[in-house]
């Protein structure tokens, strides 16, 4: 495939810590935060290569949420701080910030003759959203995750970013696996405080 002799290095270091993050998120292993940033780090230099100006601002929200998520973790153990569940009324929160960032990111992005603006500003502005789930252990930012990066598939392929469009493949797949271990690890979580 002649694709992958046009990936550059920066392209498959992006790709490995970002998917080192992710697996390691879901292992609740403190050091995905460090990967989280590299990986940041290095899809921001591509993003402002591919004009997606929205997600350049998302990777400098995910560098400082890795700093964020490592003093969270680490503050009680990233394996003893317990996994939250969110209620409708939070849903409804995320939900509606989510959408006036979509809309409002979009019709900036618009203006600066972004690449797919509005699509690129959901995807930015509902990272951002789970995200901050994700650092504060909601169950949650998993679902939102699956969606976020089935649409980053298309996203990344459109601007010929193949290999970052096959890592959110593989994201989406390590989402569903996300959610249902720590839905688990949530449920272990609830019949021990019950027994007590």
Known sequence: MAWIENISWLEWFAFTTSLLY???A???NIWCWLFGGLGAA???ILCIEGLLYSDVILQIYYIIMAIYGWLQWKKQGSNTKPI????????SIIMAIGVIGLFALGAFWKIWGAALPYLDAGITSFSILATWLIARKYLENWVYFIM???VSIFLFASRGMYLLA???VIYTFLATYGYFK????WKKQVMFVASR
């Not at 939250?84 to 849903?91: A, D, G, Q, T």
């Not at 720590?182 to 690890?185: F, H, V």
């Open 42 to 44: 290095a899809t921001m």
């Open 84 to 91: 939250l569940r969110m209620n409708v009324k939070l849903h």
């Open 26 to 28: 879901a292992k609740e």
């Open 148 to 150: 976020i990066d089935a």
């Open 22 to 24: 992710t697996w390691l």
């Open 166 to 168: 096959f890592l959110f």
């Open 182 to 185: 720590w839905k688990k690890i």
